[in-house]
Each structure stands twice: as C-alpha cells, then as structure tokens.
C-alpha cells in the first residue's frame, strides 16, 4: 500500500483556531528565525497577541474561515475516489504544519508496515525552508517517533514540470476569455523576507524562473507581465515589488494569478480577491488555484506514476 500525504501550511477552520495557527507559525524556527527556543517561544505569543484581532477580522470576510481545509480534503476524496475504481492499492490524506490535522494524528491512523510505501508531497512548487524544509523536518520526527519503517519517498517542486504549467496556461487562457479586456497579467507569490532569501533561500529564483518560463508561453496573450509579492507582515525588508503597490498603479485591466499557491487560502481569496480591490487602479480578475480540479489531480497522479 501507498500512502499519499500532501504538506501544507494549513489554514485555520475557525475564528478560534486562528490563534492556533499564529502561536504555530511564528514558534517556527525557520520563520522567526530566534536559535533559543524559549526566547523564540515568549517572542511568538507577543507577536501572535498583536496579530490575532487582525487576522479574526479578516477571516470575518471570507466566512470566518480559509478555504484550505475543506479544498485540500476534497482533493484526496477525488484522488481516494479514483484509486478505488482503478483498484490502486494508493490513499491520499493531507497533514498541516500550522493547525489540524496535525502530522503525528494523521500518521496515526494508519498502520504502515515496512513493505508499505510513504509518500511525502509538499504542495508548493518552490523550494523555500520556510515551507518545504520546516513542512519535511516536522513529518520526519513524528515518522522517526511513531517508529514507522515504510519505505520514504519525498516529492521535489515541481514549477519546471511540463503538465504542471501547461495547467496554470490553461487556466490563464479560460479566465482571459471570460474577462477578455484584460492586458495585463500579474504574477502573484507569497513573500518572504530579504534576510531570508540572503541566507541562501532558493525561492526568489525559483520564483523569477518559474514566471519566465510562463511568459515566454504567454506573450503573445498579453501587453505586459509583472511579478509581484504579497502577504509581508512587520517592518522589516521583504521582497518587492508589493502587489497592491503594482494594482495601485495599473495602467491596464488585469488577471492575477497567485504563483506560489497550490490551493486557494486567505491569502488568494482575501487578499487578492478583497484587501487588494481597495487600492487597485483598474478592475482585475483573480485565477483561481488549482485547488481539487481534474487537470491538477492529472498531474499528481503522473507525477506518483514516475516515482
């Protein structure tokens, strides 16, 4: 047997939850960067206090909760649903690094064996170790925990492979039709902060690469392409351009396509989809994810196929 788990963030489930959430991410050491974990530990509840109201307020906008959840469970249903009737002895399920489900209370609940295969998939198509290193190092302590000896097998990113970009062309090419004044397209990703990228991060490039290669098959579509960041949070330098300091500029009717993202999250449906419209310039349309949808679940499928 396969067992599938795709690695994300996670997304809270509730107001209630966002303080879970904040308390977690900022206790990372590969997000706020303190060596001393105690100090790192009182420094995270201050900044998660100061954060909380923020962030409950937001979520306020968008249901009182991310979309995270439910669209990364729907995509193991479907995936579930298809091994089934193809009599693959495969099973999909996700973990969060952030909020439930947690990863040792996934793993728990099943039963590995070392003739059993383990498959770790991070969902993000760039390397960063904000992400995939602290996403990785979290599910391989609860693996060496619980003692589990079924064979490891890691997913790399996956922004240069052929069917995962002929989706986001795709995509981009539907939603210009539905919204056919649209001259511009900006590329939109998740910050991260400068210190981080000079330590050696290999997100910006990958980044830079991954929106160089969509342009070249995408420029004939468009009068011009930007490649912006969104989502800083606190004074210090982050990646730049802003993407609400682009929208605030525009000069053309865009679509936004949130690069970094795999499954739509606060990020893609309050910030870009809400926060964003306040200062844009000119109307835009926001690209969905590629969330639960058959050409995705195509090219993971293809992608454990070739393991």
């Given at each position: 047997?396969?067992?599938?788990?795709?690695?994300?963030?996670?997304?809270?489930?509730?107001?209630?939850?966002?303080?879970?959430?904040?308390?977690?991410?900022?206790?990372?050491?590969?997000?706020?960067?303190?060596?001393?974990?105690?100090l790192?530990?009182?420094?995270?509840f201050?900044?998660?206090?100061?954060r909380?109201?923020?962030?409950?307020?937001?979520?306020k906008?968008?249901?009182?909760k991310?979309?995270?959840?439910?669209?990364?469970?729907?995509?193991?249903?479907?995936?579930?649903?298809?091994?089934?009737?193809?009599k693959?002895?495969?099973?999909?399920?996700?973990?969060n690094?952030?909020?439930?489900?947690?990863?040792?209370?996934?793993?728990?609940?099943?039963?590995?064996?070392?003739?059993?295969?383990l498959?770790?998939?991070?969902?993000?198509?760039?390397?960063?170790?904000?992400?995939?290193?602290?996403?990785?190092?979290?599910?391989?302590?609860?693996?060496?925990?619980?003692?589990?000896?079924?064979?490891?097998?890691?997913?790399?990113?996956?922004?240069?492979?052929?069917?995962?970009?002929?989706?986001i062309?795709?995509?981009?090419?539907?939603?210009?039709?539905?919204?056919?004044?649209?001259?511009?397209?900006?590329?939109?990703?998740?910050?991260?902060?400068?210190?981080?990228?000079?330590?050696?991060?290999?997100?910006?490039k990958?980044?830079?690469?991954?929106?160089?290669?969509?342009?070249?098959?995408?420029?004939?579509?468009?009068?011009?392409?930007f490649?912006?960041?969104?989502?800083?949070?606190?004074?210090i330098k982050?990646?730049?351009?802003?993407?609400g300091d682009?929208?605030?500029?525009?000069k053309?009717?865009?679509?936004?396509?949130?690069?970094?993202?795999?499954?739509?999250?606060?990020?893609?449906?309050?910030?870009?989809?809400?926060e964003?419209?306040?200062?844009?310039?000119?109307?835009?349309?926001?690209?969905?994810?590629?969330?639960?949808?058959?050409a995705?679940?195509?090219f993971?499928?293809?992608?454990?196929?070739n393991?």
């Open positions: 047997m396969r067992l599938v788990l795709f690695l994300n963030m996670g997304g809270a489930s509730s107001l209630d939850e966002c303080e879970v959430f904040l308390k977690n991410m900022f206790n990372d050491p590969y997000i706020l960067g303190i060596k001393n974990s105690l790192r530990k009182m420094v995270a201050i900044i998660s206090k100061s909380l109201k923020a962030m409950q307020e937001n979520y906008h968008i249901g009182g991310s979309p995270l959840n439910e669209l990364t469970l729907s995509l193991c249903e479907k995936l579930n649903l298809k091994c089934k009737e193809s693959k002895e495969q099973i999909f399920d996700f973990v690094l952030y909020v439930p489900p947690f990863a040792l209370a996934v793993l728990q609940k099943y039963q590995l064996t070392q003739n059993d295969e498959v770790l998939f991070p969902l993000y198509p760039h390397h960063s170790k904000t992400t995939v290193t602290s996403s990785l190092e979290v599910l391989k302590t609860e693996i060496a925990k619980l003692e589990i000896k079924a064979k490891l097998k890691i997913i790399d990113v996956f922004y240069k492979d052929e069917l995962y970009n002929e989706m062309i795709d995509d981009i090419l539907k939603t210009k039709q539905e919204f056919n004044e649209a001259k511009t397209l900006i590329f939109s990703a998740h910050s991260l902060p400068i210190s981080v990228i000079k330590k050696g991060d290999l997100y910006e990958q980044v830079v690469e991954h929106t160089e290669l969509l342009k070249e098959k995408l420029k004939n579509h468009f009068d011009e392409f490649l912006s960041y969104q989502s800083k949070l606190g004074p982050w990646l730049e351009p802003n993407t682009v929208l605030a500029n525009l053309n009717k865009a679509l936004i396509y949130p690069i970094s993202f795999c499954i739509d999250c606060s990020e893609s449906v309050f910030e870009l989809e809400i964003y419209r306040k200062v844009a310039k000119e109307d835009y349309k926001v690209i969905a994810c590629p969330n639960d949808s058959e995705f679940m195509k993971i499928l293809k992608i454990l196929e393991l």
